[in-house]
T-cell receptor, first 119, second 113 residues
Framework: NAGVMQNPRHLVRRRGQEARLRCSPMKGHSHVYWYRQLPEEGLKFMVYLQKENIIDESGMPKERFSAEFPKEGPSILRIQQVVRGDSAAYFC?????????????????FGAGSRLTVL | KQEVTQIPAALSVPEGENLVLNCSFTDSAIYNLQWFRQDPGKGLTSLLLIQSSQREQTSGRLNASLDKSSGRSTLYIAASQPGDSATYLCAGRYIQGAQKLVFGQGTRLTINP
């Protein structure tokens, strides 16, 4: 079991470009979460997805950010027209489905993160 | 509002000492509380998970406690080693909005040889 795989590990973009971050959950996990860690800050929840569904995107900035978790393939966090303030570490976590599909008590396993630097 | 706070932000102790890291959380309606370790430039490693029905969990030299009534959790590290140097994060998973982990800011621990 390879764990939660994120790529790229490091990404450099110039202002105005697009950034795409990918996350492959652990085998058997159908729930994916994205968190952002700004420099010298704690991790902040961004979005929670299940296959083909966005369950909670209350932590996502209203503009430029989007996430998907297609039926096949990894989850993708997409940032359009990046700005310097988007520079951060983006962590993905996954968990198995819980009772009645609710993952409340299940442990999240985190990936190593993708570090975005915007020049 | 669901908030998790960790104090102190940084801690430096000599090797061999026992130490306690503190975490406080608002709202006692939590599913569980989880302690993580984060090394510089790396991801998160889960150390201990305490379900709301439990009072403590132990793993090797680590012991985590949970007191829902006071909104506090502690991580006890026995016989500290330089390899324990890292940032320690606690995170609460609340019943309301249970898909989210709410993280504290972390305590940066340095163990001096």
């Amino acid at each position: 079991n390879a764990g939660v795989m994120q790529n790229p590990r490091h990404l450099v973009r110039r202002r105005g470009q697009e950034a795409r971050l990918r996350c492959s959950p652990m085998k058997g996990h159908s729930h994916v979460y994205w968190y952002r860690q700004l420099p010298e800050e704690g991790l902040k929840f961004m979005v929670y997805l299940q296959k083909e569904n966005i369950i909670d995107e209350s932590g996502m900035p209203k503009e430029r950010f989007s996430a998907e978790f297609p039926k096949e393939g990894p989850s993708i966090l997409r940032i359009q027209q990046v700005v310097r303030g988007d520079s951060a570490a983006y962590f993905c976590a996954s968990s198995p489905p819980g009772v009645r599909g609710h993952s409340g008590a299940n442990v999240l396993t985190f990936g190593a993160g993708s570090r975005l630097t915007v020049l | 509002k669901q908030e998790v706070t960790q104090i102190p932000a940084a801690l430096s102790v000599p090797e061999g000492e026992n130490l306690v890291l503190n975490c406080s959380f608002t709202d006692s309606a939590i599913y569980n509380l989880q302690w993580f370790r984060q090394d510089p430039g790396k991801g998160l490693t889960s150390l201990l998970l305490i379900q709301s029905s439990q009072r403590e969990q132990t793993s090797g030299r680590l012991n985590a406690s949970l007191d829902k009534s006071s909104g506090r959790s502690t991580l006890y590290i026995a016989a500290s080693q330089p390899g324990d140097s890292a940032t320690y994060l606690c995170a609460g998973r609340y019943i309301q909005g249970a898909q989210k982990l709410v993280f504290g800011q972390g305590t940066r621990l340095t163990i001096n040889p």
